[in-house]
């Protein structure tokens, strides 16, 4: 069996921590890298839930998305809920591992995950690193036949894990969708990129009311906009991050990927329709 330190290697070559933005925390938060992984488990947060999901199929390390200790601190008490996670991984021999804004921008990262899932053919980065560079945050990529949006706001929703929210589209429902700009994550801040890019459609999380009426206000030939969860956008990274680790040890290490919704949102209601005033 490899020893974590092994492990990490193969994920640091993946998604090399000089790609992460300098506010980021990325890399091993707690572990022994001398040790031995047996069983890694991936998952997009570091939570009570995935946590319990580790001890359960008595994994040895964590790979996580999103880093659990983003903001500096001054430590990790287990009467604060995050020192609480800190001391119970230790306790239980779980490491953790992050991989956030490293592997938005690794090639192949979060991005081409989201974009595989839905069926994209990748052409190029959305923001590349620099011009001309294969790595940089999202991805713009084809359909091999242009469909309506209301078909492809659909594929994106079969695509992808559910959630509460589900998966929303805003944009003429017959508007014919071929390009396609993706970024895992919160993404309205690549809204103008995407139109500049000239792509049929812009798919990503959290988006903002204001910024995305303005951005459909704009012009009548923006991209139409599909709107996800951050978690379900940032899942599909799971399966590639695991098969990363299959590869590089040969069915040595067990690999399992989360199936457990750490997306917060958990109810969801709509109004009901009106009643018929003139029923009797």
Not at 13 to 40: I, K, M, T
Not at 69 to 85: F, I, Q, S
Not at 177 to 204: F, N, P, Q
Request: glycine letters at 10%; proline letters at 7%; hydrophobic letters at 45%.
């Amino acid at each position: 069996m490899p020893a974590l330190a092994e492990i990490l290697a193969v994920l640091e070559h993946s998604y090399p921590s000089a790609l992460a933005e300098s506010w980021d925390a990325v890399g091993l938060v707690c572990g022994d890298p001398a040790e031995e992984v047996r069983r890694v488990l991936f998952c997009v947060d570091t939570v009570e839930e995935t946590i319990a999901e580790a001890e359960e199929i008595s994994a040895q390390l964590i790979v996580a998305h999103h880093p659990l200790l983003l903001r500096g601190v001054h430590g990790v008490p287990a009467d604060t809920a995050k020192g609480a996670l800190v001391h119970r991984m230790i306790r239980g021999g779980t490491a953790l591992y992050c991989a956030h804004t490293n592997a938005d921008s690794a090639l192949p990262g979060v991005s081409d995950a989201l974009a595989a899932a839905i069926g994209l053919e990748v052409d190029r980065p959305l923001d590349p690193h620099e011009p001309g560079a294969r790595t940089g945050i999202g991805r713009i990529g084809h359909l091999s036949a242009a469909e309506p949006f209301e078909a492809f706001v659909r594929r994106v929703a079969a695509a992808l894990p559910a959630t509460v929210p589900g998966v929303l589209g805003a944009g003429d429902p017959q508007r014919p969708i071929r390009t396609v700009a993706v970024a895992g994550g919160a993404g309205d801040s690549y809204l103008a990129k995407a139109a500049a890019e000239g792509v049929d459609a812009y798919v990503t999380a959290d988006l903002r009311h204001h910024p995305a009426g303005e951005h459909l206000a704009n012009t009548r030939t923006v991209p139409a906009l599909v709107g996800l969860t951050h978690w379900a956008s940032e899942w599909p990274w799971c399966g590639q991050a695991s098969a990363l680790v299959d590869a590089a040890f040969g069915g040595t290490v067990d690999t399992h990927v989360s199936t457990r919704c750490t997306d917060p949102w958990t109810v969801r209601a709509t109004r009901p329709a009106a009643v018929n005033q003139g029923a009797q």
